[in-house]
């Protein structure tokens, strides 16, 4: 399997471009071992990942993102990681995971050498890609889980969150995270333009405020677009287009990630 990511790269795209397709197919390959050994079961994919591999969305993204099934049996996540370690090894991938679950959001850092200066990607033999994984295991209640089957390079059937739920989690991104992430904001554009009139999961929203915030607001179809506008009033949007720039099919896109553009949708 190691040797299909050789046809993966196009010489026709940049550096970067092929780069995002590698990254996408080893973690639809980590997908797949969660599924083929029934991880999935336990925990509930979520984030922007989500958003590309169930939505498709134009853009790719580095980390996977996943939350414990309200129905989570027999969970460890050591024997996941571990589990997950020996089948990519099996398929002939030099791979070193570092992973810690000793706090509420288990995580774990998989690097994988060797493959940048194969594909021609690299000049250097030792240069990784990296991939993150996380899964929180106390996460706020009210999420509402689906699911879905995945078909690309592989097939497989992953629990996620519904569409509300992804997107209550997104609004809590946008209104807590301590630093400006680009590629949040990208999100949510596709949110207000893909689905006009779409509100997040208020229950599993403002649960994740009480949980992070200590005086949260309490956010309802009257005041969150508000908010959200206050902080958008307050970025620096060359940094929002420069953490997301790497990440896009479409650099064209870029133009629309401007402060007018989220005021007027946020009032619409």
Known sequence: ????????????????????????????????????????????????????????????????????????????????????????????????????????????????PGILFETGLSLLKRQKIIIKAEVDSNPPPGGIETSSVYNSNFMFYMLHYDLTSLFAGKVHALLCRKYTKGRDWYDLLWYLTKFKGLEPNFIMLNNAMAQTTRKPVKLTGGNWKAEIKKTVKTLDWAKVRNDVSRFLEDSSELSLLEPKIFVNLLEE
């Open 1 to 112: 399997m190691r040797d299909y990511i050789k046809s993966i790269v196009d010489h026709n795209l940049t550096q970067n471009q092929n780069l995002n397709r590698v990254r996408e197919y080893l973690q639809a390959y980590f997908l797949n071992i969660i599924y083929k050994n029934k991880f999935y079961q336990n925990i509930v994919f979520t984030g922007g990942t989500a958003l590309r591999f169930i939505y498709r969305t134009k853009r790719f993204s580095e980390d996977l993102d996943f939350s414990l099934s309200t129905k989570a049996k027999n969970y460890n996540f050591t024997d996941m990681v571990e589990n997950i370690l020996q089948e990519f090894k099996l398929a002939g991938y030099d791979l070193e995971i570092k992973y810690d679950d000793s706090q509420a959001v288990h995580s774990a850092l998989l690097k994988f």
